[in-house]
């Protein structure tokens, strides 16, 4: 089957780095994928790994290891606003997404 | 604001009826996609059409439907109405054909089946 495994909490302080790591089984896999939900929203691109190594957006990094099938993303700086869920996603011929990972950042 | 549009926002019907939820795709975006979420089971695609031919099916039920039309916008269609089928549902759309692209999200239509 086609599973993608991540942290269900993560809790971290303001201006502190985390990690959110993602374990994937997938067939067809081209890609690792991350987006953003806040509650009651909907879920928002922040990046995409085609390649192995570490793609950098701003405050946000996304590091994919195909060898490892092994995927994270990085948080740094925290702040407030980015208490959210966060999911990986596979890119096979559809989009399968993670379990989810709950990050709470406290002041 | 993604720039992709859904209506209803909210949906509140019976066991045994029929929904037609509608998407919009952000201007110039020729891929739509469908998802489910769910508390227990996440976040589900569901199917993808591309500039009207559909593409790829995940776990769509045989009661629920899809189209795209010529200008671009997509409905689905979720009949026989189970207390189960109460969630968000969710479309996307991209550029371009592929998951490797970026996917936009619409704001949602919360269904909830009585």
């Known amino acids: 089957g086609q599973s993608l495994e991540q942290p269900s909490e993560v809790t971290a302080v303001e201006g502190a780095i985390v990690q959110i790591n993602c374990t994937y089984q997938?067939?067809?896999?081209?890609?690792l994928s991350w987006y953003q939900q806040h509650d009651g929203g909907a879920p928002t691109f922040l990046s995409y790994?085609?390649?192995?190594g570490l793609e950098e957006t701003g405050r946000f990094s996304s590091f994919l290891s195909r060898s490892d099938s092994y995927g994270y993303l990085l948080l740094q700086e925290l702040q407030m606003k980015d208490s959210a869920s966060y999911f990986c996603?596979?890119?096979?011929?559809?989009?399968?997404f993670g379990t989810g990972t709950r990050l709470q950042v406290f002041p | 604001d993604s720039g992709v549009t859904q209506t209803p926002k909210h949906l509140i019907t019976a066991t045994g009826q029929r929904v037609t939820l509608r998407c919009s795709p952000r201007s110039g975006d020729l891929s739509v996609y469908w998802y489910q979420q769910s508390l227990d089971q996440g976040l589900q695609f569901l199917i993808h059409y591309y500039n009207g031919e559909e593409r790829a099916k995940g776990n769509i039920l045989e009661r629920f439907s899809a189209q795209q039309f010529p200008d671009l916008h997509s409905e689905l269609n979720l009949s026989s109405l189970e207390l189960g089928d109460s969630a968000l549902y969710f479309c996307?759309?991209?550029?371009?054909?592929?998951?490797?692209?970026?996917?936009?999200f619409g704001p949602g239509t919360r269904l909830l089946v009585l």
């Open positions: 996307a759309s991209s550029a371009r054909d592929g998951t490797g692209w970026a996917q936009y």
């Open positions: 997938t067939s067809g896999f081209y890609g």
């Open positions: 790994n085609a390649l192995d």
């Open positions: 996603a596979a890119n096979t011929d559809k989009l399968i």
